[in-house]
């Protein structure tokens, strides 16, 4: 199975539980999706074997071809490339690298070359990928790409993906067999989930809910899932404990052995979900 756990907001817990239901199996696969700031390595403690780049392609001018007739900026809709008396100036960091602008030149003046955005780094078996893009790049996506192409197929495969909606998280999740959604007792963490949901259930993939923090007084994410007939996964308890062994880089799961039972019960519960 391919399990994508995910939030609306960030802060909920999300790596959390991804890497607790790693650590909770015998043989997985962790995939850090959050490639802007990708931190289930400070828990799950991966010895990296192998750093690949991540290339991505953009336009290079042959000035001596080019003409500047303007039709590449005319061409491209993410204002990568503009044309200023004849001269034209191209501004790779803001480059979707869809070529437009190749096709477009009636000259034939510009051609692609590859530059480097980021890296997939890996431990020697894959059973822990992580994505890191390079400080400055606001494209995730061709990351987000290289590191499901090497997901594996013979184990369970858990993808920690990035906080929010945005198109980083529709990438991650498109073809996984299940999502988890993390969530908290509080307004914010509400309103969030609900994005989430709408967004899970608009790529019709099954998923459940996990409340983080969770404390008996607030009961809104418990009623709101009894609404919208959405499954109550676990409840992970608002506790010291957990926040302190958290923030010593270790796991609820590597400080409490019924919470490890009750990951490994909720994967089997996972399973008959997607099954279903």
Known sequence: MKIAVLSGKGGTGKTTVS?????????????????????????????????????????????????????????????????????????????????????????????????????????????????????????????????????????????????????????TIDGCDYCILVTEPTPFGLHDLKIAVSLVRKMQIPFGVVINKAMPEDQSIQTYCGQESIDVLMEIPYMREIAESYSNGMLPVQMNKELKTRFVQMYDRIKGGAAS
């Open 19 to 171: 890497a607790s239901l790693a650590a909770s199996l015998n043989n997985s696969q962790y995939v850090d999706c959050d490639v802007e700031e990708p931190n289930g390595a400070l828990f799950l403690n991966p010895q990296i074997a192998d750093v690949v780049p991540v290339n991505v392609l953009v336009p290079n001018v042959d000035e001596s071809a080019c003409n500047g007739c303007g039709a590449c900026g005319n061409a491209c809709r993410f204002n990568a490339i503009a044309v200023v008396k004849g001269k034209v100036l191209i501004f790779p960091e803001v480059c979707h690298h869809c070529g437009a602008c190749v096709i477009g030149c009636p000259q034939n003046a510009i051609s692609e070359i590859e530059r480097e955005i980021g890296v997939v780094e890996a431990d020697n078996e894959h059973s822990f990928l992580q994505g890191r893009l390079n400080i400055g790049e606001p494209i995730t996506i061709p990351i987000i790409h290289q590191l499901k192409q090497l997901t594996r197929n013979d184990i369970p495969v858990i993808l920690d993906c990035s906080p929010g909606a945005s198109c980083t998280v529709v990438q």
